[in-house]
C-alpha cells in the first residue's frame, strides 16, 4: 500500500512539511502548487530535495480551467500546459492533475472536452508524462465521476486518466458503486478526505472543512470498497483542506493522515479480502471491557489531599506497592492509583503537569495485541525499567503525552493487583472502616484539550480501539464554547468525552493551560441510587457542588415532575436529565486543584447521554468557586 499526501494538508514552509511529511513513513506526496511557488528554491533542487527525503512527488496539481475553451482561451491553456510539463520534468514527476473547468468561458460538451484531453495526451507522450482528470463537485459542466470517466474514455489516450477523489463523489452523493465498472489501469491515483456533514455551498465546505478519513461522517470506507473492487493497486493521496489543519502541527496532522490511510484500508481490507492495497496485516479493533484503573501523580502534600478526597467519596486504601510509593484505593470495580514516587514516568508527569491522572488502565482481551495494532497505527510504545516485584505491563503514550496499560485475563496480568500490591486491612484515617458509598464502576472519563487536538484524539480512540464517535455536542461556557464529543464502545463499557476548549477562559480552557497540556478533567462513577449514595457522601464530610434554586423550578415544570421527587434532587445537588430511553440523574464535586472534579452518576432505563443540557448550569457554579486568578493553589 503506497500512501501519499498533498502539501497542502499540512501547516508550515516546505522544508516543515517535507520532514513531517517523510518522519510520518508517506511513501510520497503532492505537490501543491502554491506551496512550490511559494519556495524560492528551483524545481531541480526541490525535486532533489524530496527524494533525498526518501519520498516521491505522486503528483503535481492543480492545473485549471483547461477542458472545453473557446478560443483564444484554448491555445493558451495548451501553452500554459506545456509550462507546467516543463516544471514537472525539472522537478521529477510525471503525473498532473486537471480539475474540470470552472469558468464562465467554458463550453460543454463531453466530445469537446475529450478531444482537449487526446491533444494534451499526445503532448503529455512526447514527454512520458501523464495527464490526470478530476470532476469538481462544482464544474461547470462536468462535475460527477462518471461523466470525467466518460471524457477519459472518449479521449482513449494511454497518457490520459482519472482521478477518483472521495470528497467530490461524496459530497454530491453520486452512487460509489458505479466505480466499480472502471478498468483499474484507467484510475492514475485516489485522492481521500472525509468531512463533517455540514449543509452549506460545495465549494466553501470543501475548502474549508474536509479532514481524514474516519474524522467526518462521509462514507470514505464505501467508496474505498468500490475502488478496491476495480483492482487498483495505485497510490493513495490525502488532499485535506482544513483551517484548523492549516494552523496546527505539521507533524501531529501527518501523523493522523497515515493512521487514516492505514485504519481505513484495514476496515475495506477485512470487508474485501481479495484487494490488491491491503495495508501489513493487524489485529482487529480491539474490545475494551473496562476501565481497570486511572492513576493520578502527586506529591505527598497532594497525595495526602487526593486521599482525603477519595475517602469522602468512599474509597478505602486497599493496597501498598511492593516496591514503589503507590498506593490503590477501591470501591465496587473502581480502582484509584496515587503515585508519589520520586522518579520514572509518573514523577516525569507530576513536574510537568502538577496533580493529574497520568495513566489510564483498559481491561482488553489480550494486550499483547492491543500494542501490536496500536504499534501499526503509529502509536508509541511505553516502557520503564520493572522494578522488584513487577509485572511487565504491555503499554502505549496516549495522545496527550499520558500512558495507557492494558490489563487481559490470558496471562498472569490479571493477578496485578495481588502480585503487585500488599493488602491494606484498615485505614486509620477513617477508623479503619471502608465507608463504601455505592459507587460501582467508572461510567465515564472526560479528557480535555485544545479544540484543534480533538480530531487527533477522536481518530487515536476509534483507530485502535472497538469504538464509535458519537455527535458533537456545544457546551456552553460563560465564557465561551467548549465542544464535546462522545467515543463509546458497543456495549458501552468504554466511555470517554473529549471536550475541545476554543479559549482559556472557559474552564476547560483554564484547566489546560493551569496544568500545561491536555489531561482527564473528571472521573464519572456510576452508582445504581444516587440518593442514596448523596446521603452516604454527606455523612463522609463530601462537599457537593452547590446548584442554584432556579434550576430546580425549571426542571420542575420542564419535565412535569413530582415537587417531592425535586426537593429531593435539590437537597442534594442532584441535576436531571431525560431523554427518550429513560433518565439521568448528576452529582458534582466541587473543583480540585487546577480545575479536576468528580462526577457520580445514576442512568435509568437506558439513557444513553451524559447530561449535556446541564452542563452550563454545572459549569456556572464551578465558575463562582474557582479561584482568583494570580491566588495560589490550595
Known sequence: ?????????????????????????????????????????GPREVGRMIRDAGLEITLFQPFRDFEGMPEPHRSRAFDRAERKFDVMQELGTDLMLICSNTSQAALG??????????????????????????????????????????????????????????????????????????????????????????????????RHFRNMPGQGDLDVVGFMRAVAATGYDGVLSLEIFNDQFRGGSPKSISIDGRRSLITLMDEVARAEPEIAIAPPAMPDRISVSGIEFVEFTADEREAGDLAGLFRSLGFARAGRHVSKDVEVWRQGAIN????????????????????????????????????????????DPFEQPAGPGELKIPAIRGVGGGVMHFIDDKTELAQVWEIEFEPVTGDPASGGKP????????????????YEEMLTWMLFYTAIFDTAKAPMVDVIDPAGVVRSQAIESPDMALRLTLNGAENRRTLAGRFVAESFGSSVQHIAFQTA?????????????FQALEIPANYYGDVEARFGLDPDFVA???????????????????????????????????????????????????????????????????
Not at 510520497?28 to 511559494?38: K, V
Not at 514516568?345 to 510537568?352: E, P, Q, R
Not at 465507608?435 to 485544545?450: F, K, P, S, W
Request: hydrophobic share 45%.
Open 435 to 450: 465507608q463504601g458509598v455505592g459507587l460501582t464502576r467508572i461510567d465515564h472519563l472526560a479528557q480535555t484539550m485544545n
Open 336 to 379: 484509584l492509583v496515587i503515585n508519589t514516587e520520586k522518579e520514572g514516568f509518573a514523577h516525569s508527569a507530576y513536574l510537568m503537569h502538577g496533580t493529574s491522572v497520568c495513566d489510564i488502565g483498559l481491561k482488553v482481551e489480550d494486550a499483547t495485541a492491543t500494542v501490536s495494532r496500536a504499534r501499526a497505527l503509529l502509536a
Open 529 to 541: 441510587d444516587i440518593l442514596a449514595t448523596a446521603e452516604a457522601l454527606a455523612g463522609n464530610g
Open 1 to 41: 500500500m503506497k500512501t501519499s499526501i498533498a502539501t497542502v494538508s499540512i501547516s508550515g514552509d516546505f522544508q516543515e512539511k517535507l520532514a513531517s511529511i517523510a518522519a510520518a513513513g508517506f511513501d510520497g506526496l503532492e505537490i501543491f502548487e502554491n506551496d512550490f511557488l511559494a519556495y524560492d528554491g
Open 109 to 206: 460538451g463531453i466530445d469537446r472536452a475529450a478531444d482537449d484531453l487526446a491533444e494534451l495526451g499526445e503532448r503529455a507522450a512526447r514527454r512520458g508524462l501523464r495527464v490526470g482528470f478530476e470532476a469538481l463537485a462544482w464544474g461547470r459542466h462536468v462535475n460527477d465521476h462518471r461523466d470525467a470517466w466518460e471524457i477519459v474514455r472518449r479521449a482513449d489516450h494511454a497518457s490520459i486518466g482519472l482521478i477518483l477523489d472521495s470528497f467530490h463523489t461524496l459530497a454530491r452523493k453520486t452512487d460509489v458503486n458505479t466505480i466499480r465498472s472502471i478498468p483499474c489501469d484507467k484510475i492514475f491515483i485516489v485522492q481521500l478526505a472525509d468531512a463533517p456533514l455540514i449543509d452549506m455551498d460545495l465549494l466553501y465546505w470543501s
Open 568 to 634: 429531593s434532587l435539590k437537597a442534594c445537588n442532584i441535576l436531571y436529565d431525560r431523554d427518550d430511553r429513560g433518565e439521568f440523574l448528576q452529582l458534582y464535586s466541587r473543583t480540585y486543584g487546577d480545575g479536576f472534579f468528580f462526577e457520580v452518576v445514576e442512568r435509568r432505563d437506558g439513557y444513553r447521554g451524559y447530561g449535556a443540557a446541564n452542563a452550563p448550569f454545572r459549569i456556572a457554579a464551578q465558575h463562582r468557586l474557582m479561584r482568583p486568578k494570580g491566588m495560589p493553589k490550595g
